[in-house]
């Protein structure tokens, strides 16, 4: 059982900032890695950043140079700081958690860019 809740979202001016969490919890043995989707209305869900249990990242072409992925393990949260933000952004971020082979989703949290 592993429970994820995001925060931070909202309404943000374009150049603007934001940082997204997600903290998990439950019962979790091991994490492969934790990442950021976003989905916008009519659009495939895609992969906005991710960071596997060593560290690694990764970053949608889209978003590299605005955005950063980074973690705090001892509390099971991950964190997207985004910066620069423009209308395009403007999308349902969910966080995603890999343990053991499995998939776990957070319920989402709307991000508007606009001005």
């Known amino acids: 059982q592993v429970q994820l809740v995001e925060s931070g979202g909202g309404l943000v001016q374009p150049g603007g900032s934001l940082r997204l969490s997600c903290a998990a919890s439950?019962?979790?043995?091991?994490?492969?890695?934790m990442g950021w989707y976003r989905q916008a209305p009519g659009k495939q869900r895609e992969l906005v950043a991710s960071?596997?249990?060593?560290?690694?990242?990764n970053y949608a072409d889209s978003v590299k140079d605005r955005a950063t992925i980074s973690r705090d393990s001892a509390k099971n949260t991950v964190y997207l700081q985004m910066n620069s933000l423009k209308p395009e952004d403007t999308a349902v971020y969910y966080c995603l958690l890999n343990s053991y082979g499995l998939n776990y989703w957070g319920q989402g949290t709307q991000v508007t860019v606009s001005s």
């Open positions: 439950g019962t979790i043995v091991s994490i492969y890695f």
């Open positions: 960071i596997t249990s060593g560290g690694s990242t």
